[in-house]
Nanobody, 124 residues
Framework: QVQLVESGGGLVQAGESLRLSCAASGRTFNRYSMGWFRQAPGKDREFVAA????????DYTDSVKGRFTISRDNAKNTVDLQMNSLKPEDTAVYYCAAAAPYRQISRRSNYDYWGQGTQVTVSS
């Protein structure tokens, strides 16, 4: 079992930055790929970014490439999402998630554990 707790959400203006953090507890953190997803009102939960458990390779959805950066610290059991140049369309609840090894990290169905989410609101 893995427990995930997100923090760092808030209200910002377009063009500003936020850093989300996810703290993990439970089973061996470094054996899990970690991802960030988001869900806007009335929309499905969508993939944002992920970092693999093995080689630290990363993947991003096209709309955030060049603006968002995912990173992890296995010593601290944390995964962060640095979000720069935020846009109103980035407004959503952001969820941290953990996936077992050897799974495609951009696929939502491959994630076994989820946090409760943190709200990010970007005003224009």
């Amino acid at each position: 079992q893995v427990q995930l707790v997100e923090s760092g959400g808030g209200l910002v203006q377009a063009g500003e930055s936020l850093r989300l953090s996810c703290a993990a507890s439970g089973r061996t953190f470094n054996r899990y790929s970690m991802g960030w997803f988001r869900q806007a009102p009335g929309k499905d939960r969508e993939f944002v970014a992920a970092i693999s458990w093995s080689d630290m390779s990363t993947d991003y959805t096209d709309s955030v490439k060049g603006r968002f950066t995912i990173s992890r610290d296995n010593a601290k059991n944390t995964v962060d999402l640095q979000m720069n140049s935020l846009k109103p369309e980035d407004t959503a609840v952001y969820y941290c998630a953990a996936a077992a090894p050897y799974r495609q990290i951009s696929r939502r169905s491959n994630y076994d554990y989820w946090g409760q989410g943190t709200q990010v609101t970007v005003s224009s």
